[in-house]
């Protein structure tokens, strides 16, 4: 092979191993605040996640007693589909001092 000067990447280079991110499951936590109500996390669950009620209530007693709770479980194209429509899913319009959407966040 003549050379023109550029070099060609040595094999470790090509086969360097990288995390995978689509590796799962991801989570979408959802945190507690005093700026939602219940009606709101039900309400907010069932709309984002398609929880049927039940469900929804059970997150809204574990998010108020235990401070968080995992709304989602699986892949991390979905996970973050979860975690971005909860997070502009706005304030809780019972509450006047509730000013923006519940706290999440997306974990491996």
Known sequence: M???GASQPSILEETEVRP???DGPWKVVLWD???????YV?????D???????????HAIEVDT?????????ELEHAEFVHERILNYGPDPRMGSS???????LEQ
């Open 2 to 4: 003549t050379g023109s």
């Open 20 to 22: 995978r991110l689509s």
């Open 99 to 105: 000013k923006g959407s519940m706290t999440a966040t």
């Open 33 to 39: 605040d005093d700026f939602h109500t219940y009606e």
């Open 42 to 46: 039900i309400e907010m669950l069932m």
């Open 66 to 74: 235990r401070k968080k709770t995992i709304v989602f479980s699986g």
């Open 48 to 58: 984002v996640c398609q929880m049927p009620w039940e469900k929804a209530f059970q």
